[in-house]
């Protein structure tokens, strides 16, 4: 089935440990995003992505990197990761009706 | 930066019962959007609105896109188990950034066969 597909799905890092969230979409979308979700807080946008080879940072971008592969992935890198990264990440892209979102990744910093 | 409110947080209600939660901003948008999401899953896109005073149905669901473009609203009719689930409303202006979809907190909605 077409859609957003995102890797791993749960993870439990170290802090200080580094990781890579992966995320694939195959609908040619243009655009594609990174979302954390915590309780309480709605989902807050780390990282966008508007084209292939443009990155732009979201209203919470401090303690993360992105990197736009090519049309189809994007993906989200935490190099030192700390405790209050403790979240749910989501990974969308859109196209002419709405936002597309994958399933998540489950990820605690201990 | 812009911010939604959403209301209400959390809702219980039993089965059957209609359901209305709105979605305001101290900001106008050109869409609106609404999406439900299920335990251990990512959003899904429900309504989306386009024109302000849209009113658009999909099955039991219903939204309207307020008249002065700062606000929307979703009714669920006749309340299933399956309802269950945290929706969430989004405003988003076309043109410009790209990263414009504004996301409301969410309303958790529970239904009690």
């Known amino acids: 089935n077409a859609g957003v597909t995102q890797t791993p799905k749960f993870q439990v890092l170290k802090t200080g440990q580094s990781m890579t969230l992966q995320c694939a979409q195959d609908?040619?979308?243009?655009?594609m995003y990174w979302y954390r979700q915590d309780p309480g807080m709605g989902l807050r946008l780390i990282y966008y992505?508007?084209?292939?080879?443009?990155?732009d940072k979201g209203e919470v971008p401090n303690g993360y990197n992105v990197s736009r592969l090519n049309k189809r992935e994007f993906s989200l890198r935490l190099e030192s990761a700390a405790p209050s990264q403790t979240s749910v990440y989501f990974c969308a892209s859109s196209g002419t009706v709405g936002y597309t979102f994958g399933s998540g990744t489950r990820l605690t910093v201990v | 930066g812009q911010q939604l409110n959403q209301s209400p947080q959390s809702m219980f209600i039993q089965e059957g019962e209609d359901v209305s939660m709105n979605c305001t901003s101290s900001s106008i948008f050109n869409t609106w959007l609404w999406y439900k999401q299920e335990p251990g899953e990512g959003p899904v896109l429900l309504i989306a609105?386009?024109?302000?005073?849209e009113l658009t149905s999909n099955g039991r669901l219903t939204a309207q896109f307020g008249i002065t473009r700062k606000d929307s609203f979703l009714n669920i009719s006749a309340s299933i188990p399956s309802d269950v689930g945290i929706y969430f409303c989004a405003g988003f202006n076309y043109g410009g950034s790209q990263g414009n979809l504004i996301f409301g907190k969410g309303t958790k909605l529970s239904v009690k066969p």
């Open positions: 609105l386009y024109k302000a005073g």
């Open positions: 609908m040619n979308h243009n655009s």
């Open positions: 992505s508007a084209s292939e080879g443009t990155t």
